[in-house]
Nanobody, 122 residues
């Protein structure tokens, strides 16, 4: 049974930092591309960052230079380091796994976590 469990969300002031983690189980983690997505109230879910099986990252323009995605295949864990947080980064953040596409397209991802809330305040 595939499980993706996010953690690390919370409330932070603008300009602050958070580190999200996603613990994966039930499948061969290193064989999957992984991604972080987010959904703000009243908005569609969007891709934030992705990392391929080989460790190559892709970022949405809105987070380039501020967010860093990484993976630890030994720990079956995905990370998202978020720095210089802005009010518009407020959303529920989801991690997801894909066994065939490694970009930011939501439809490429097979498995999803339950999400973790990130709230950025002024």
């Amino acid at each position: 049974q595939v499980q993706l469990v996010e953690s690390g969300g919370g409330s932070v002031q603008a300009g602050g930092s958070l580190r999200l983690s996603c613990s994966a189980s039930g499948y061969t983690y290193r064989s999957y591309h992984m991604g972080w997505f987010r959904q703000a109230p009243g908005k569609e879910r969007e891709g934030v960052a992705a990392i391929s099986r080989a460790g190559n990252p892709t970022y949405a323009d809105s987070v380039k230079g501020r967010f860093t995605i990484s993976r630890d295949n030994a720990k079956n864990t995905l990370y998202l380091q978020m720095n210089s947080l802005k009010l518009e980064d407020t959303a529920i953040y989801y991690c997801a796994a894909s066994n065939w596409g490694g970009g930011l397209r939501i439809g490429d991802y097979n498995y999803w976590g339950q999400g973790t809330q990130v709230t950025v305040s002024s």
